[in-house]
């Protein structure tokens, strides 16, 4: 086993993890995103403005963290942690990219991982495959009921003609 190359890759595995921390701790965004409108049931994206590798960390979901459920709130992300139920709330417009990442069911190309920083749980999204420049970002919210994400309905026009 070559332990130079080990040591190597866990330094660059060691300063990658302090630059998350930086965001994490600095309640920042790394550039590299922009948010635009889709539409009125969308609402905002995040887009990408380079090309992003899989793997490769792309921001927070930042909001408040409890352990208090807050009922239906489409900014509130559920997770376990200390085999407890929590929510991050980013009902709060801080202007962060990951409150409004979109859902998709088919092909999303992010996932989230749970970070601990500082003794607490951080939800940040990553790279689940190699996202193209201009690309919205996307998350699998899970696999609830379509009546939850009417963005998800599929409506076929019917026309009928009357003589």
Known sequence: MDYKLLKTD???SNR???KIEDYINSKSDREGFLV???DDIKGRGVFTTKPIEKGEFLFEY???LTTV???FNE???EFLWNSRKC????SNDDKSL???VNDDENDSNSIVKRIMVGGLPHLCFYAKRTISEGEEVTFTYFKGEYDQFPWRLKVSTIYFRIC
């Open 69 to 71: 459920d807050p009922g």
């Open 62 to 64: 930042r909001g408040n």
């Open 98 to 100: 990951g409150r409004l």
């Open 87 to 90: 929510w991050i709330d980013a």
């Open 16 to 18: 990658r993890i302090l």
């Open 75 to 77: 900014y509130a992300f």
């Open 10 to 12: 866990l330094r660059r």
């Open 36 to 38: 635009r409108k889709i």
